[in-house]
C-alpha cells in the first residue's frame, strides 16, 4: 500500500463499501471503452444498437483495462506525502496515455481504413469527450455519495 495523504478508508467510506468503490472505478472507466466503440460505429454510419455496439465495447474493454491500471496508479502516486509520488505519478499517467493513444490510433486506422492523422484526431475528439464524461459521472457519484453519508464533505 502506498503511504497517501488521504485516508485510505474516507472514499469507502463515502460510497458505503470497498466494493462501491470498485463500481464506481468501473463505471467511470467504462466510459472510454463506450465512447471509442460508439466513435467507431458513427465513423461507419452504423445503427448503434445493443447488438452493433457490443463487439467493439467488448473489445475495447480489453484495451481500456491496461490503461486504466497505470493511469490510476499515476493517479495514487500524486497523493503520496511530501510530493514524494510526483515524478512516479506523471511517469505512469504519461505510459499510461501513450500507450492508450497508439492502440486506439492503430484501432481506428485498421478498422476504419483512415489515415494516422485522421486517426489521432478521431481519437483525441473520442478521449476528449469520454473524459469530460468519466469526470461528470465522477462529480455525480460524489454528490451521490455527500448526499446519502452524514457528514461527508
Do not use: H
Amino acid at each position: 500500500m502506498l503511504p497517501s495523504v488521504f485516508d485510505p478508508a474516507e472514499a469507502a467510506r463515502q460510497l458505503g463499501s470497498g466494493s462501491n468503490l470498485l463500481i464506481a472505478r468501473g463505471v467511470i472507466f467504462g466510459v472510454y471503452p463506450l465512447s471509442m466503440s460508439v466513435t467507431l460505429l458513427r465513423w461507419k454510419q452504423v445503427g448503434i444498437t445493443r447488438d452493433t455496439l457490443r463487439p467493439p465495447f467488448f473489445s475495447q474493454c480489453y484495451v481500456a483495462a491496461p490503461f486504466a491500471f497505470p493511469f490510476l496508479l499515476g493517479i495514487d502516486f500524486f497523493s503520496m506525502p511530501l510530493e514524494m509520488g510526483i515524478l512516479p505519478g506523471v511517469i505512469a499517467v504519461a505510459v499510461a496515455l501513450v500507450w492508450y493513444a497508439q492502440a486506439q490510433i492503430r484501432w481506428f486506422t485498421r478498422d476504419l481504413e483512415i489515415s494516422a492523422i485522421k486517426a489521432t484526431i478521431t481519437f483525441i475528439g473520442a478521449f476528449m469527450i469520454a473524459t469530460v464524461a468519466a469526470l461528470s459521472v465522477a462529480v455525480m457519484i460524489n454528490l451521490d455519495a455527500q448526499s446519502f453519508v452524514p457528514g461527508a464533505i
